[in-house]
């Protein structure tokens, strides 16, 4: 389930990107609990980020990727 694959995500210049879009989550989360469930969603993204950086297991930054794309659009399906 969890081992060393796509590791160009998770290593260099992947891993601060991924620090940076964790920062960002992390920052929005108070503004994120006007819309429910997506708090629960960006805490699985920031669940799965450390979980890719720890095993180096770019699979798991993808998911995470994707995981912070529907929190995104679920921001601005609610504001926009």
Do not use: H, N
Request: glycine share 8%; with cysteine; net charge positive.
């Amino acid at each position: 389930l969890v081992k060393p694959r796509l590791r160009i995500l998770t290593q260099g210049t992947g891993e601060y990107i991924i620090a940076g879009v964790c920062l960002i989550i992390a920052a929005c989360l108070p503004i994120l609990q006007m819309i429910p469930f997506t708090p629960s969603i960006a805490g699985a993204a920031l669940t799965a980020f450390g979980l890719s950086l720890i095993s180096r297991d770019g699979i798991w930054a993808l998911v995470s990727l994707i995981l912070t794309a529907v929190v995104i659009a679920m921001i601005f399906l609610r504001f926009f």
